[in-house]
């Protein structure tokens, strides 16, 4: 598929808010992302379709459910890049969407890892604590190593077809949070260990007291007013 063709699939607003609701990393029915997007079941059903024919989403059937998600994280890699260049100018259209985005803001998942106020705020402890460097490149260091692994979280394991470790423009903060798949990691263990939980059905979530905790005795981290 041409650059045009996968430019064309996106540049439908339908199809673009599919693509964003499905950055919490989770599978979707058709249904659900219809009342997400306001259209008629036909219509999700054909814009699905294209996303699905594309290459940007993959589709899972159980029963009489479609659960559609993104085809991957280099999918997501190209959602978040091109939502880093289309920030909402218009804003908030009510009081509902304005605390959604608040949510957002201050901590969410980008597809499998941390971002937002926290996701940055966890990067830039890690490179103030030596735990990664950018000195030849984004790596995590041999200290950052033992970290990962006091967190249960062994980094050789993680070798695949995805980086290790790589930065991704955060659209709200226009700063660099953690991704790849040692971020995609540390963002399970903190949905695992409830350090965060998420909010509703979206991409937000909340800091939990434990999380709290946790994140100030691993990174220094202040997150009271979270």
Not at 15 to 39: I, P
Not at 68 to 73: A, H, Q
Not at 179 to 202: H, K, P
């Amino acid at each position: 598929m041409s650059l045009a063709e996968i430019a064309g699939l996106l540049a439908d607003r339908t199809r673009a808010a599919f693509c964003l609701a499905l950055f919490d990393g989770r599978a979707w029915t058709a249904g659900e992302l219809a009342r997400h997007a306001g259209v008629s079941a036909s219509t999700a059903s054909e814009q699905l379709s294209r996303l699905i024919a594309g290459g940007l989403l993959t589709e899972e059937r159980q029963g009489r459910h479609r659960y559609v998600r993104l085809s991957g994280p280099a999918a997501a890699q190209l959602i978040e890049n091109l939502a880093s260049f289309a920030p909402d100018a218009a804003g908030p259209a009510n009081l509902r969407e304005s605390t959604r985005l608040g949510a957002e803001a201050r901590a969410r998942t980008c597809y499998d890892h941390l971002a937002g106020q926290l996701g940055v705020s966890v990067a830039t402890a890690a490179l103030d604590r030596g735990l990664v460097t950018e000195e030849a490149g984004l790596a995590v260091t041999e200290p950052g190593r033992r970290w990962f692994a006091d967190l249960g979280i062994d980094l050789s394991a993680l070798r695949g077809s995805r980086p290790l470790l790589r930065t991704c423009l955060d659209w709200t903060e226009r700063r660099n949070h953690l991704a790849g798949a040692a971020g995609a990691a540390l963002c399970a263990r903190a949905l695992d260990r409830r350090w965060v939980e998420r909010i509703g059905s979206g991409r937000a979530l909340r800091i939990t007291p434990e999380g709290r905790t946790a994140f100030r005795d691993l990174l220094g981290l202040d997150l009271t007013a979270a």
